[in-house]
T-cell receptor, first 110, second 114 residues
């Protein structure tokens, strides 16, 4: 079983929809939680990172972490066609190594 | 503005012919990483450097080697590429290895094997 499981997708939504992207994890040692966005033929770009349970908001993006359930989510409000990309969750333990999910590909249709 | 630059963006090599991929950074970060990413899969860490200290992942094949001649540059050498090594290779940097320090990725080199 993988340490990080990400909802596989693909996900297709109309413009303006609220998008929910989710990951679960099994390793209690993970302390830091990140979301990356990866456009086609590009490297991952850091969107959000947090190290505590609760919500963190940045514009249209909200990252949610529930350490007790070992569950993290990324919400995108008012989704735009430019949000179409693959979203990767990533988690890091105190030793520093990051473990990534396999990604969820999102398409936002105009 | 590009902070982590990978060259070339696309590389084609023949089965068994050595190939070198390069990465440079303008962030002056201590840590540089190499990842392998296959289609629809998570990036897989191959190794990382903390300054000059090399750290190999246990499951990284011996076929993969790396060099970091200075802070700014890091190279990935594949000594005898096989068909299974066709992938996107991503270089990343971070200021430190532990804690909340995020990684900054380049745009990758897509390697094809003929």
């Amino acid at each position: 079983q993988k340490e990080v499981e990400q909802d596989p997708g693909p996900l297709s939504v109309p413009e303006g929809a609220i998008v929910s992207l989710n990951c679960t994890y099994s390793n209690s040692a993970f302390q830091y939680f990140m979301w990356y966005r990866q456009y086609s033929r590009k490297g991952p770009e850091l969107l959000m990172y947090t190290y505590s349970s609760g919500n963190k908001e940045d514009g249209r993006f909200t990252a949610q972490v529930d350490k007790s359930s070992k569950y993290i989510s990324l919400f995108i409000r008012d989704s735009q066609p430019s949000d179409s990309a693959t979203y990767l969750c990533a988690m890091k333990n105190n030793a520093g190594k990051s473990t990534f999910g396999d990604g969820t590909t999102l398409t936002v249709k105009p | 503005d590009a902070m982590v630059i990978q060259n070339p963006r696309y590389q084609v090599t023949q089965f068994g012919k050595p190939v070198t991929l390069s990465c440079s950074q303008t962030l002056n970060h201590n840590v540089m990483y190499w990842y392998q990413q296959k289609s629809s899969q998570a990036p897989k860490l191959l190794f990382h450097y903390y300054d000059k200290d090399f750290n190999n992942e246990a499951d990284t094949p011996d076929n993969f080697q790396s060099r970091r001649p200075n802070t700014s540059f890091c190279f990935l050498d594949i000594r005898s590429p096989g068909l299974g090594d066709a992938a996107m290779y991503l270089c990343a940097t971070s200021r430190d290895f532990g804690g909340v320090e995020p990684q900054h990725f380049g745009d990758g080199t897509r390697l094809s094997i003929l």
